[in-house]
């Protein structure tokens, strides 16, 4: 069965940073892409960032880029996160997902962690 | 970018009743393979979204057979031929074809 357990979620100040990880089973994790998607509260989702398989390409949104970090460390089967310079908007639900059926489609979903940024 | 439109933003729904979401893309997102890179998903109240149709057509194993995706090129539309209870949440589109990734605003289905 697949799993995803994201955690390292909580209170972080504007300019601060935090580290969200995504531990991963039930599937051979270097054979897939993962991604980080994110929603406000009272927004839509929104993709942020994708990884590949052997973590030698990234994607990063607008949004994000220069401020987010993606990586992943598969003899661990471990997504992570990197948010640096945290601004108020980036106050959401991050949830960490695996690409299958197609190479972006997003297959399985962890629960997500609430991410507040707020002096 | 692929900016990605959904319609209606809200869809009260009679269960029972057929339903059917749009959505639209600013460019085609048919591929040179012939894959169309739209995928559908469902956000439950309290849950992690889910997968529901990917490449436009290709249902999930596992998600019922009411619920079918359609269309081409820039236009899709995704239908549930009878809304049950549990059919609630909000629906999104999603095109695959090129990063950024993008999805459409949702569209909250709700029980009458």
């Known amino acids: 069965e697949v799993q995803l357990l994201e955690s390292g979620g909580g209170l972080g100040q504007p300019g601060g940073s935090l580290r969200l990880s995504c531990a991963a089973s039930?599937?051979?994790?270097?054979?897939?892409?993962m991604n980080w998607v994110r929603q406000a509260p009272g927004k839509g989702l929104e993709w942020i960032l994708s990884i590949s398989g052997s973590g030698n390409y990234t994607h990063y949104a607008d949004s994000v880029k220069g401020r987010f970090t993606i990586s992943r460390e598969n003899s661990r089967s471990t997504l992570y996160l990197q948010m640096n310079n945290l601004r108020a908007e980036d106050t959401a639900t991050y949830y960490c997902?695996?690409?299958?059926?197609?190479?972006?489609?997003?297959?399985?979903w962890g629960q997500g962690t609430l991410v507040t940024v707020s002096s | 970018e692929i900016v990605m439109t959904q319609s209606p933003v809200s869809l009260p729904v009679t269960p029972g009743e057929p339903a059917s979401i749009s959505c639209r893309s600013s460019q085609s997102l048919l591929a040179f393979n012939g894959y169309n890179y739209l995928d559908w998903y469902l956000h439950k109240p309290g849950q992690s979204p889910q997968l529901l149709i990917y490449?436009?057509?290709n249902r999930v194993s596992g998600v019922p057979d009411r619920f079918s995706g359609s269309g081409s090129g820039t236009d899709f539309t995704l239908r549930i031929s009878a809304v049950e209870a549990e059919d609630v949440g909000v629906y999104y589109c999603m095109q695959t074809l090129q990063t950024p990734l993008t999805f459409g605003g949702g569209t909250k289905v709700e029980i009458k």
């Open positions: 039930g599937f051979t994790f270097n054979n897939y892409a």
């Open positions: 997902a695996k690409s299958g059926k197609t190479v972006w489609s997003m297959d399985y």
């Open positions: 490449s436009g057509s």
